[in-house]
């Protein structure tokens, strides 16, 4: 509303904005990673109206909880904060519960599923009638829990009724239906993704129980918050998975409870973003010669929108009344999505019976959830994609009866484009990220038995983005005394615990982070010989949101951690806690690892080292 | 190069293939040189084109004394076409060209045209021309005198375009806006009524009823870009044809005006065919003159009778309809009736139809208590309504039939008095 619908057309709210006196920002901790870098741009543009209109508004700030509620709000408004910390609120007794799942398999250091346990916790407070919600990681693990819980209801009359899923993908009268139901109890527990964590009221509830730790300290405030909200006993469990974060947060609870929460991270002057803000404030408001915007320099940045023709200076530089100008028809705001890097999607339409349309899915996710042969869960029930229409960005689905879901393999590759700094084997810089769904498993409910795969041809999708990059020179290779696929084995190792550790350090969502390793070894046609191999940890967004650079500084206390992360594991030759299941890796991916790390953390590894051993191997 | 720029070239992508020459134009003009091309004079900071046709002029079929002559003795009737008491002679005809069609505090009015008859029959057009963005401001404020001077201002949909884009402006200079209390007549809503339904544009009118031609006239979207580049270059070439664009518009908007105000002020006689009456009939009816609008619609049903025209029936149906409607209005229920009564011989369309069929079961139960009668029409009414599968309209005819009948036992047991 403020970006497309008040700030272009500010000539008519002139009465507002020269009254202006304050801008209340709720949820604050909201505005991270892409839709804080937009909202910081959004505000920057409303401060540039709010000046043409001789006001100067006070910015009042309410956040949860984050490491850096002032700084953030600082960063977004770009002025000095007061900050205000201590809660006077009533607040009932809770009760925080971890648990891990019992270890079966000892040797593998495979642990009872944690989705599987989640549901025998769920169940147990349902019996006692307590209503709960039950927040999983992604929309398959949401579709899969509902319909566990569902049918350990399915005797109780009325009871899956009373059980719902809750994910974004659903059309919204769906979803107010859900809200609705919680508010007045008439649903019982609801399984959702992030979805409900925050900003939709759907009343205090009795359990928060979460499958898998949230990823960060203040998501997994905000999920338990959602249980006891007025002042009465209240309880949030939290069940870990077998992924590294989880097993250390497990293992370590002081982290948790005794840690300060993350830090919330925005990168305004993304150039991607904020190009599309310059457009819409040239606008607004023509810039002047001598404006500011934003980091970079904006002049530099008109000048080439002046090539394109978008704006023009209209009279001489370093003259006070020369303005850039906006001489183009097009209305920039409707073109740039706040919350988005595109605003494109894909529908899901169910012919089984009569066409309609029964969800959506955003641009990134569609080929992974909706490509042919895909099982497609709304709320337990179960559709198979017939035909994946890319161009037209519709799924066509038919309800079917089968036991098992489907997973699909991404391939991504990632290209180094430019490199910013470098310093031995750590650098990072701009890369070009080229992913493609390859193919899918299927994977039965329950048992989780892989019962067989498909091939998939589907076009690629690509993006620019930031990204830090470790590379394991090709003398670290050839010191190490395995055969090509322990080697192998070794680099996928380290990179599955590297990434664990990276989201760690940089406290950030597991989706905001992606990994890719460039290898010889790893292609069809491998060159003879050893060569290098390099492990990318890119920023998950096109532009970048501004974790490559960070990662970058802390590169010794990643290697260190992902060092100690692996080393300190207690099985044998690597489990989902460190380098990832057997099965995926070989049996000698942790020892590998470990080697790699040593040489690379080595004291004598310095640069004359390096040529020594490079001239050797030569 | 720096790097930033480096990095941006590959995000800022060329959308289209017009990427702006960068090689230093070739006319670079100056004050002089936009003098000397568009022929108009600075005013301090106003560049203003100013033109006028003399009364001996010919615009299309007519001079453009003639059109001052019966504007001003038709002047009086402006009050029916804007719905607007206040609206008066002297009128400004007003046009702007601008750099998009969106609004928002981007699209600006680089050209504002007003044009008005002078006393001596003749018709001066003054454009601004925004020469220099820094100049807005000052042209602004020449432009509000002489729109200021309006007894009603005249557009070309300017009740929803020009006028909201002025607005805009003058609120982004913190200037006030005046013309939002002035009488405003936007002749695009009579003239849809009058001449043309689709593609009502003042190109297409003028041709159709004012018998005026344009040669070589630019077209609307291509006009901001040529504005934009004569902004890039300096170059002020691009820029003649839109000026006679507008000012083409100017002249023909006064010449429509001038057509439309004559044929209100003259009544039913100087409407030359059945749309012209029917419309004409519309606009008295609005106004709440309804012997005249009886007049022109009776004119309307007469030469839709004679019509050779495609829509002739169309026309008959919509004259009869609002001359039915009209006699209602003027409590002359049995011409009504007898319009009804055409519309269900002359095999209109089922809406039309029933609705005059209802009509006349409510004619002949109330007015002509003719109950006999009236029970035919019900019956007739809920048959049509059955078929059109409209339950609303069926129960209502329902309900109808059943009192009647129910009216009719009461008089058949009713014993006859001697």
Redo the contacts between chains.
Sequence with gaps: MVHSGILPHHPRWAKLFENLKFVVVDELHAYRGVFGSHLCNVLRRLQRICRHYGSNPTFICSSATIANPRELAERLTEAPFELVEKSGAPRGEKFFVFVNPPIVNHQLGIRRSYLGETRRIASEFLKRNLQLIVFAQSRLSTEILTTYLKDDFDDVPGGPERIRGYRGGYLPLRRREIEKGLREGAVRAVVSTNALELGIDIGALDVSVMAGYPGTIAATWQRAGRAGRRASRSAAVMVASSAPLDQFVVRNPSYFFDATPERALIDPDNLHILVDHIKCAAFELPFTAAESFGRHDVQEILALLAEQGLVHLSGETGDELARWMWTNESYPADAVSLRSVSSDNFVVVDVTNESRVIGETDFTSGPATLHPKAIYIVEGALFQVERFDFEGRKAYVREVNCDYYTDAITYTRVTSLDTFEQEGVASHGEVHVVSRVVGFKKIKFYTNENVGSGELDLPEQQMHTTSYCLTIPEHVMTLLPYAADDRRDGIVGLSFAMRQVAQLLLMCDRHDIGISIDSDDLSENPAPGVTKARIFVYDNYPGGIGFSAPLYRMHHELLEATRKLIVECGCENGCPGCVGPIGNTGPLAKTAAVRVLDLLLAPAFDSAQAKLLEAKSA | M?S??D??????T??RA???E?AAPAVRATDGDLETLLDGKWYGHCFIVERRLPPSAKYGRSRIGELAARLTSSAHEAPLVCGNDAAKPPFVFFDLET????????TQAFLIGCAWFDDDGGLTTRQYLLA???DERAMLAAVAEDLGRAGALVSFNGKSFDAPVLE??Y??H?LEWTASQQAHIDVLHPARRFWKEDDCSLAVLEQQVLGAWRDGDVSGYEI??RY?QF??SGDARPLVAILEHNRLDLVSLAALTSRLLEIVCGGPDYAENAREALALGHIYARARAEARAVDAYERAVTLAATSRSRRASVLTTEALRALALAYRRARRFDDAAKCWTALVESGCPSAVEREAIEALAIHHEHRRRDLESARLFAQRNLDVSGRQHRDALKASAKHRLDRIERKLSCTDSRPLLP
Excluded: H, K, M, Q
Aim: glycine residues 14%.
């Design positions: 720096s930033l720029t990095r941006l070239r590959g995000i800022i060329p959308n017009d990427v702006v960068r750099t998009g069609l969106s609004g928002g505090a981007g220099r963005y820094s805009t402006r609120l982004f913190r901001p870009e934009f902004v890039r």
